[in-house]
């Protein structure tokens, strides 16, 4: 009996049925809510995918700057380790301020002057000289590169016995993420001895 119900008096209810359309009692209309998305499901799935990319950008952002940051830190250590290779390379007489580094870079004969700086003052590293002593300083120039080279003498009995140096390079951060990036180095240079 139930199945006589379904069906239309005119016997075309079994066609229409299998065509998505329900009719009974004289009427047809089309089933509703089958293969569709309510507008809160489309919204929260919009949202979750906002979320997702805005995960992934930020992701991205801070790969880059942590990567830029590492470049940055390997040109500053390997400038300074040729610039202290130079100075431990000299006399320790020849270890003062104001002197250059070596004979090559000492500025005569349109050579760089690159020296030990006078005062314990910041020096910028954006000049000429610091450029052709070490070229990669150009991927910091953009940064304000500024080196600062402290030289403390120790005596012993009255005698100049050694002489520590700092040389400390600081420069401004990626996308100022963060403050100001420094590496240093430090050495100890004794005086030359006689042997006994």
């Excluded at 020849?94 to 250059?100: D, E, H, K, Q």
């Amino acid at each position: 009996m139930d199945s006589d119900r379904n069906q239309v008096s005119n016997g075309t209810g079994v066609a229409l049925r299998q065509r998505g359309l329900v009719c009974a009692r004289a009427t047809c209309r089309k089933r509703r809510g089958i293969a569709a998305f309510t507008l809160a499901e489309a919204v929260i799935s919009v949202g979750l995918m906002g979320i997702f990319v805005a995960a992934s950008m930020s992701a991205i952002i801070a790969d880059q700057i942590s990567s830029r940051k590492a470049k940055e830190h390997a040109i500053a250590m390997d400038f300074l380790t040729k610039y202290v290779e130079n100075i431990k390379a000299l006399p320790f007489t020849s270890v003062a301020a104001g002197l250059p580094i070596n004979s090559i870079y000492d500025g005569v004969g349109g050579a760089p002057l690159v020296t030990i700086p006078t005062k314990s003052a910041w020096v910028s590293l954006s000049t000429t000289n610091f450029l052709t002593f070490y070229p990669d300083l150009v991927w910091l120039n953009n940064r304000n590169p500024m080196m600062l080279v402290t030289l403390t003498q120790n005596t012993v009995a009255g005698y100049l016995h050694d002489m520590e140096i700092n040389v400390k390079v600081d420069w401004d951060a990626p996308l100022a993420a963060g403050g100001r990036q420094e590496v240093q180095v430090d050495i100890l240079r004794t005086a030359n001895v006689p042997t006994l």
